[in-house]
């Protein structure tokens, strides 16, 4: 296959692959925990002893894959390293190309529930053609095997895919660490970008007094927010960003840690109404993206973008202002603060919701189905 070259692709985990999983998850040795302590310490052993004791005994990959399968998906190669991608065509001769961009600790199965909505013709937007990348060095993309994977590397992987496919104009959508990525693709091809959209996006003060004495009573609560945050459930992002390597010994043998690590952002990030992850989000859409992680050993790939993230020192300077219109939607916990982001992004639309949470496409599917034919429907296309 040639650098460009675009062929078929088909999850097919080898059995001897479930066996191992299965194998390794009995034989787990669990962790005792204090008495009378619960989450705001960890995932409980508890907890997490019943739901591995699901996930090798109860859990059905092969439907999942199957799941996956059902859709065309396909793999190339960019810049030295693998995309998978599932590439979705709608049937209204008019779609628009939309960019679906998931997160960290997501991948394409955060999807799954908004495909068939988005890509059916609607009279209240436009139907959409999608095209749904693990990002690099994420799930079926498989590891990275260099350093450098920066942000705004991948965003140039990413313009570059959709020019593969053949697409001039197109839209992208993305969370938590995409909610970066989609931005820069707009940065990277103002030209082609329609309109970017995000959620869970982070907005960080620049100092400026003007700016900072505007701010409502709400907004400064989320600033009061991020700095809490940060104090109490930062502890995996500054893992993650300084030690990658360590933290991929543990999770690339054990898949009861991988189960830990990747649930208890579930827990902590999801609708607050939500007493546990799977109150929130089914519990064999969660094991499916733990799954991917696990089959695919990327977790610590994964971690290694955020070490380049924390130490890509162009990210973090003064940047001009986006000219891409840039939608922002808000969900329960996110942190994401109007005046801020407009010094950043050219924000054309900004909506804020009372229930779902941080996984959107997961928690609230049809939100974001209505809020991106919306945004998209105001937008020259």
Request: overall charge negative; glycine content about 10%.
């Amino acid at each position: 296959m040639t650098n460009t070259d675009i062929r078929p692709y088909r999850i097919e985990i080898p059995q001897a692959r479930l066996d191992d999983l299965r194998d390794r998850l009995r034989r787990t040795r669990w962790a005792p925990e204090l008495p009378g302590t619960g989450w705001e310490r960890g995932v409980p052993t508890g907890y997490l002893r019943d739901l591995a004791g699901y996930w090798a005994d109860g859990f059905d990959w092969r439907a999942q894959e199957a799941a996956l399968n059902a859709y065309p998906q396909f793999f190339t190669t960019i810049d030295g390293t693998g995309v998978h991608f599932l590439h979705v065509r709608s049937a209204a001769a008019d779609a628009t190309p939309l960019l679906l961009l998931h997160g960290w600790p997501g991948g394409v199965v955060e999807f799954l529930d908004v495909i068939g909505p988005l890509t059916a013709p609607g009279d209240d937007g436009p139907a959409f053609h999608l095209v749904i990348p693990s990002l690099p060095g994420y799930g079926f993309s498989g590891p990275l095997t260099e350093a450098g994977w920066t942000d705004g590397r991948t965003a140039a992987a990413l313009v570059e895919l959709m020019a593969r496919l053949g697409y001039d104009r197109y839209g992208v959508q993305g969370g938590d660490v995409s909610a970066f990525i989609a931005p820069l693709i707009g940065r990277a091809a103002p030209e082609r970008v329609i309109g970017v959209h995000v959620n869970a996006l982070l907005t960080f003060p620049t100092g400026d007094p003007e700016v900072m004495g505007s701010l409502s009573e709400t907004e400064r609560g989320r600033l009061a927010g991020m700095e809490e945050w940060q104090e109490r459930l930062g502890a995996y992002m500054r893992l993650q960003g300084t030690r990658p390597q360590t933290l991929a010994a543990a999770l690339h043998d054990s898949p009861a840690g991988q189960l830990a690590w990747i649930v208890e952002k579930f827990q902590d990030w999801t609708d607050p109404a939500a007493k546990l992850p799977e109150d929130a989000v089914d519990r064999d859409r969660i094991l499916t993206d733990v799954s991917v992680y696990w089959f695919t050993e990327t977790a610590g790939s994964s971690a290694h973008t955020y070490y380049e993230r924390f130490n890509d020192v162009g990210a973090w300077g003064p940047v001009e202002r986006g000219t891409v219109p840039t939608a922002v939607a808000v969900f329960p916990r996110d942190l994401s603060i109007r005046p801020l982001a407009e010094q950043v992004h050219n924000v054309a639309r900004w909506s804020e919701f009372g229930h779902g949470g941080h996984f959107a496409a997961l928690e609230t599917p049809d939100v974001l189905v209505t809020e991106l034919r919306a945004f998209f429907a105001e937008l020259d296309r």
